[in-house]
């Protein structure tokens, strides 16, 4: 069974950075390919981003793109997401998710068997 411990989040400030991190425990984190997911109050679970288990494909939900980054040390069992130039709209709680296909890098959330618990991320305007 894999468990995923998100950290990093926190309160910033708009146009400022943060850098979340998810580690796994419990299973063959190098096989999963891994995304993080949000979820602002009252809206719906959307995708942020994905890396294949080699991080040789990574995918972005438009909004994000070029300003996260996701990365990922297979040797510290450790997914990343890097924040720039956060936005008010950026709020939400974040979320970890591992998927046993390895070189997916999807935007379903359903397709993904693994979740951290999340972590809060706050962006004053």
């Known amino acids: 069974q894999v468990q995923l411990i998100e950290s990093g989040g926190g309160l910033v400030q708009a146009g400022g950075s943060l850098r979340l991190s998810c580690a796994a425990s419990?299973?063959?984190?190098?096989?999963?390919?891994m995304g993080w997911f949000r979820q602002a109050p009252g809206k719906e679970r959307e995708f942020v981003a994905a890396?294949?288990?080699?991080?040789?494909?990574?995918s972005y939900a438009d909004s994000m793109k070029g300003r996260f980054t996701i990365s990922r040390d297979n040797s510290k069992n450790t997914v990343y997401l890097h924040m720039n130039s956060l936005k008010a709209e950026d709020t939400g709680v974040y979320s970890c998710?591992?998927?046993?296909?390895?070189?997916?890098?999807?935007?379903?959330?359903?397709?993904?068997?693994?979740w951290g618990q999340g972590t809060q991320v706050t962006v004053s305007s």
């Open positions: 890396i294949s288990y080699n991080s040789g494909i990574t």
């Open positions: 998710a591992g998927n046993p296909n390895r070189y997916s890098t999807s935007r379903t959330p359903t397709l993904y068997n693994y």
């Open positions: 419990g299973g063959t984190f190098s096989t999963y390919s």
